[in-house]
């Protein structure tokens, strides 16, 4: 069974860009959590999103990030016109039913220039 | 509004002493909570849990300590080994089943 799959596990833009990253849930995983991690900082919450449904967006900015799960496919959080203080590790995690433990992707690490 | 807080960024014992972190939270709402360990350059990894109806659950060497009334928690790893050396993360879910991260506490597990 594989893990939490992030894609990609790098990514530089530019300002002004737009930044796409994946996560795809444990398998027969439905609840999907979104967190960022500045450096030298801790894991602060950005979105919890169940099968087409957006559950908490309550740690999201509400300009230039949004986030999806659709019914196929993985889960999405983009976020447009990049800025230098969007660069951070942004992880998934997946759940299978709360409450419980969360699996952890490896993170996708975004620099922006 | 952090409501898991870890107080103490660091934290550095001898190898075969006690590591003790700590945990403060601020919603009552919480009625599960976690430990989560992270090596750098990798995802955090689930450790050990404990739901509100229990105040104590230990796996091995690692115990967690839930102190309702204190919205408090506790991780005492014993005996600590250098491999233990790493950021722990507390977190914290409630009905809603969000889940929320304190900023993590670096432990040093010297030899």
């Known amino acids: 069974n594989a893990g939490v799959m992030q894609n990609p596990r790098h990514l530089v833009r530019r300002r002004g860009q737009e930044a796409r990253l994946r996560c795809s849930p444990m398998k027969g995983h439905s609840h999907v959590y979104w967190y960022r991690q500045l450096p030298e900082e801790g894991l602060k919450f950005m979105v919890y999103l169940q099968k087409e449904n957006i559950i908490d967006e309550s740690g999201m900015p509400k300009e230039r990030f949004s986030a999806e799960f659709p019914k196929e496919g993985p889960s999405i959080l983009r976020i447009q016109q990049v800025v230098r203080g969007d660069s951070a590790a942004y992880f998934c995690?997946?759940?299978?039913?709360?409450?419980?433990?969360?699996?952890f992707g490896e993170g996708s690490r975004l620099t922006v220039l | 509004d952090q409501q898991v807080k870890q107080n103490s960024p660091s934290l550095s014992v001898q190898e075969g002493r006690i590591s003790i972190l700590n945990c403060d939270y601020t919603?009552?709402?919480?009625?599960?909570f976690l430990w989560y360990k992270k090596y750098p350059a990798e995802g955090p990894t689930f450790l050990i849990s404990?739901?509100?109806?229990?105040d104590k659950n230990e796996d091995g060497r690692f115990t967690v300590f839930l102190n309702k009334s204190a919205k408090h928690l506790s991780l005492h790893i014993v005996p600590s080994q250098p491999g233990d050396s790493a950021v722990y993360f507390c977190?914290?879910?409630?009905?809603?089943?969000?889940?929320?991260f304190g900023a993590g506490t670096r432990l040093t597990v010297k030899p």
């Open positions: 977190a914290a879910s409630g009905r809603n089943n969000d889940m929320r």
């Open positions: 919603n009552s709402m919480f009625d599960y």
């Open positions: 995690a997946s759940s299978p039913l709360p409450p419980g433990e969360l699996f």
């Open positions: 404990i739901s509100s109806i229990k």
